[in-house]
């Protein structure tokens, strides 16, 4: 492995055809959402994780749609609905992406 960078990511944005059921489903591992609409945008839900990243769930429309994609989180497991037990857990959200939780 390569010595690590300064860069951090501070943004991530699924695109989703359920975006009710992906909240959900990210709210029950312990993220708060809070629901916005910039301007005359879309109505989308939004949390700012611990690390202060901006994790955003839009609507997809044909030109936007975020297709597979693994995510990776660490949580604390007693926080998510239900609880996990520490360790590695392998999830797959509504839309079908993995989601590799390590509670602890």
Do not use: W
Not at 50 to 70: A, C, H, M, N, W
Not at 77 to 103: C, F, M, S, W
Request: hydrophobic share 35%; glycine share 8%; charged share 20%.
């Amino acid at each position: 492995m390569t010595t690590p960078s300064a860069i951090r990511a501070t943004l991530l944005v699924l695109y989703s055809p359920q975006p009710e059921e992906c909240t959900r489903f990210y709210s029950n591992l312990g993220m708060h959402f809070t629901a916005e609409q910039h301007g005359q945008g879309p109505r989308h839900h939004a949390a700012v994780l611990t690390d202060g990243t901006v994790f955003e769930i839009y609507p997809s429309r044909p030109d936007k749609q975020t297709g597979d994609l693994r995510l990776g989180l660490v949580i604390d497991g007693a926080t998510a609905t239900p609880a996990l037990i520490p360790g590695r857990h392998v999830l797959t959200d509504p839309d079908g992406r993995v989601v590799e939780i390590q509670a602890s």
